[in-house]
């Protein structure tokens, strides 16, 4: 049972969090692992979306949503939150990025800030998971493709037909219902007159 | 609690949504010029963000850093902490456990396991706190004849009868096992020691001593470790030792983000501990604050009579 460092206060990321870091094996330890990190977490920044393998995908992912929950907490008067962004991101423009694109962007929001979707495999390739790492409200056109809103998918052209039927057949019942109702009050209103 | 929750969330939503509502009828009704210096201003105050308010319940995670949980995910039981949390405070209002810190003197008194009816009393500097939970524990450190001993009590043990800070203070490193490669003189408390009383509303003071070690071999391989707390290190290393040590640095493992997020609580879980304990906690304190000064003033009329 170890005690928790409570030297620093990290906001709680909105993804889950494998309770062990993977290796992504690398000749140079764990400093090479983080320069591979750096890189993909500095390409994620820039194109705001990338292919990679998943392995390096998850885990570029913790480390980019990890940065940007720290520049909101902290924002850019912060001299260890801008040393960190320094060393994450290769490329030094990405740095306003983060703090005058990213940080506005995702303030307010109440989900994670990156998406990762499973890619698909090469048929003949490698049997390695491929991802698609991305970041939220990026301006490319969506992945997901979101069919239930679609008014041309076939299932919904159907579905609409079938409730057109359905009302057709409702507003001819409802007319009938009034015509018999009118008929049968002129009746008794005939019936009426002539006991008069 | 959820409803309160969502209810207390749909209130803040609605004061939102009516200042939001309020700001763009202003805004409205204003000439373009105020609303550009607006604009600009908020700009500005985007540009240069200050860090969000704080809960001033996290303050505690300093002074009870045993009431959070183990970070690691797999020992993580919310129902067997939140029963721990509970039997800490029916604890705590057994006896007093003062704050403390690493580097603070202690005396500990625990009823004697082979002598029914008596007491063991220890003082001692602290040199680590370790755990959480019920099996929170620390170490306290003295020389008694010329031979350094260290006794490890767990802080929510029944045996123990009393803690009493003596000197509260802190020291420069988190832990201080370099005291057992240290000069005795460094880790030798009198027994009789004197509680020292902190003036009220100060800060705990850091004490900046720099220890000497003894000459090798030592325990650890203090030069390895970034030690602020050791003075003359350098003395006692050869050419070999500071090759290696910088060969071994790490200086990468401070960026290393996701390290530093399993090490700890994330404040939203840390507000949900302290929410629960806050208030029991607070109210010993202050019943704590208010016998210390009873205990002051009546301390000089025992003397005069």
């Known amino acids: 049972m170890n005690q928790a460092d409570v030297t620093k206060l990290v906001s709680k990321l909105r993804i889950k969090v494998p309770p062990k870091h993977r290796r992504l094996s690398c000749p140079e330890g764990p400093e090479g692992r983080l320069n591979k990190l750096r890189k993909t977490v500095t390409g994620l920044i820039k194109y705001e979306r990338i292919e990679l393998n998943y392995y390096r995908g998850d885990e570029a992912r913790q480390y980019a949503e990890r940065l940007i929950s720290e520049a909101i907490n902290h924002g850019d008067c912060h001299k260890p939150t801008m040393e960190m962004a320094d060393f994450w991101l290769l490329e030094k423009e990405l740095v306003h990025k983060l703090f005058k694109v990213l940080v506005p962007r995702f303030e307010n929001s109440n989900s994670a800030y990156t998406r990762m979707l499973k890619a698909p495999k090469p048929a003949y390739g490698r049997y390695i998971d491929k991802a698609v790492l991305e970041l939220r409200g990026n301006p490319y056109p969506s992945l997901q493709n979101k069919q239930t809103n679609n008014r041309q998918l076939l299932q919904n052209i159907l579905l609409d037909a079938a409730k057109y039927d359905y009302r057709q057949a409702k507003y001819a019942e409802m007319a009938e219902k009034i015509e018999k109702s009118e008929e049968s009050s002129s009746v008794k209103t005939t019936n009426i007159e002539h006991n008069n | ?305």
């Not at chain 2, 309160?4 to 939001?20: H, N, P, T």
């Not at chain 2, 604009?39 to 996290?58: F, V, W, Y």
């Not at chain 2, 039981?77 to 003062?98: G, T, W, Y």
């Not at chain 2, 109210?283 to 604050?289: I, W």
């Open chain 2, 1 to 305: 609690m959820s409803l309160v929750f969502s209810k207390s969330f749909d209130l803040f939503k609605a004061a939102k949504w009516i200042l939001r509502k309020d700001i763009r009828s202003c805004l409205s009704s204003l000439p373009e010029k105020v609303e550009k210096t607006n604009a600009d201003e908020d700009k500005m105050t985007r540009i240069g963000r200050r860090p969000r308010s704080q809960n001033p319940m996290l303050e505690y995670r300093h002074i009870y850093p045993e009431f959070l949980p183990d970070p690691n995910p797999n020992w993580r039981n919310s129902l067997r902490e939140k029963l721990e949390r509970a039997d800490m405070l029916e604890r705590r209002k057994q006896i007093d456990i003062p704050e403390f810190y690493v580097g603070s003197i202690l005396a500990v008194t625990i009823s004697d396991p082979h002598a029914q009816g008596k007491t063991n009393r220890f003082v001692g500097i602290c040199i680590e706190r370790k755990g959480c939970g019920l099996r929170a524990e620390f170490t306290l450190r003295n020389v008694v004849d010329h031979q350094g001993v260290e006794v490890r009590y767990e802080l929510y043990d029944p045996t123990i009868q009393t803690i009493q800070v003596l000197r509260l203070e802190k020291r420069l490193d988190d832990k201080l096992y370099y005291l057992r490669d240290a000069l005795p003189e460094y880790s030798t408390f009198p027994v009789d020691m004197d509680p020292e009383i902190l003036p009220e509303g100060t800060t705990v003071p850091v004490n900046p001593v720099q220890v000497k070690l003894k000459p090798r071999p030592w325990l650890e391989r203090w030069e390895r470790q970034e030690l602020k707390g050791v003075s003359n290190i350098e003395e006692h290393l050869k050419e070999k030792d500071r090759v290696r040590r910088e060969l071994r640095k790490t200086p990468w493992e401070k960026y290393d983000l996701m390290k530093q997020y399993r090490k700890t609580v994330p404040i939203e879980d840390q507000n949900e501990i302290w929410g629960e304990v806050y208030n029991q906690l607070q109210q010993m304190r202050m019943s704590t604050k208010k016998t210390a000064r009873k205990r002051v003033i009546t301390a000089p009329k025992s003397q005069l009579g």
